[in-house]
């Protein structure tokens, strides 16, 4: 059975594109999007992909990925700095949760330090642009044992 990996982005980054293009770039959301698919099927994975600017709709995504799902990338965007009802469902998951962000929020303002979500993920990436999607796909296609005969 081909691993599904789910692609979860929280709020603002459905404005991709036009928000602050020189701290995260001009490809848009869609165009995101297609590239994760096109990386997830290069690393023997399906993958889908959803975006919401909502807390309590990125928990109920959360709940279904982990009933869904055999691997989560979020970009949990502003939440990743304040909401415990995302920490508490991605704690939860029982999933493998692979934590991305297209900038390094460490090396930016001091209250994106707060990180309320390392240390219930599985592995993070920051700070490559869309790159980070893609070295989250691949490294959990790999953790998946995408392509392998376990899979
Ligand atoms: C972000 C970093 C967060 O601090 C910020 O709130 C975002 C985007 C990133 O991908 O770099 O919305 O998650």
Redesign the pocket.
């Known amino acids: 059975m081909t691993p599904l990996i789910q692609i979860l982005d929280g709020?603002?980054?459905g404005r991709l594109g036009k928000r602050e293009p020189a701290l995260y770039g001009t490809t848009t959301w869609d165009e995101l999007a297609a590239a994760c698919r096109a990386w997830a099927q290069a690393a023997g994975c399906r993958c889908e992909c959803r975006q919401t600017d909502a807390e309590g709709e990125l928990v109920g995504l959360i709940h279904a990925a982990s009933d869904g799902a055999d691997g989560l990338v979020l970009?949990a965007?502003?939440y990743?700095?304040t909401s415990v009802a995302v920490r508490d469902a991605v704690a939860a998951a029982g999933i493998p949760v692979v934590e991305v962000?297209?900038?390094n929020?460490a090396a930016?303002e001091d209250f994106?330090r707060t990180n309320l979500l390392e240390d219930v993920v599985t592995a993070r990436v920051a700070g490559f642009g869309t790159d980070s999607y893609r070295l989250a796909i691949t490294g959990l296609a790999a953790r998946l044992g995408a392509g392998s005969d376990e899979s």
């Open positions: 709020p603002n980054l970009n965007a502003a990743t700095h962000h297209l900038t929020p930016r994106r």
